[in-house]
């Protein structure tokens, strides 16, 4: 099992803070993987996926969110708290 740095998102509109995140990624890793990829990594403990959060140096890590009626979403949490870290990273370039 791999432990892997998200350090980009894809959403479809990037300006808007409430929009879904399509990918995830890493460009200095060379992958960004769907976000239904993602899930399915986790779901099956073949990966692990953080984030770094550059005002603090502290690790959030991602895990999965199964809303009741709404489609699973990934969100990162830290010391017992969900919180919206993956929402703040860059967009990921076009590759």
Not at 18 to 38: M, Q, S, Y
Request: with cysteine; net charge neutral; glycine share 6%.
């Amino acid at each position: 099992m791999a432990d892997v740095q998200v350090t980009c998102i894809t959403k479809p509109n990037p300006q808007s803070p409430h929009e879904h995140i399509t990918h995830l990624g890493n460009p200095a890793g060379g992958w960004k993987w769907t976000r239904e990829e993602v899930i399915a990594s986790i779901d099956a403990k073949t990966n692990t996926f953080f984030v770094i959060d550059p005002a603090t140096g502290k690790r959030s890590d991602v895990g999965v969110v199964r809303p009741a009626s709404r489609p699973p979403h990934v969100r990162t949490y830290a010391d017992g708290d969900w919180n919206n870290n993956l929402l703040s990273l860059n967009q990921c370039p076009l590759y």
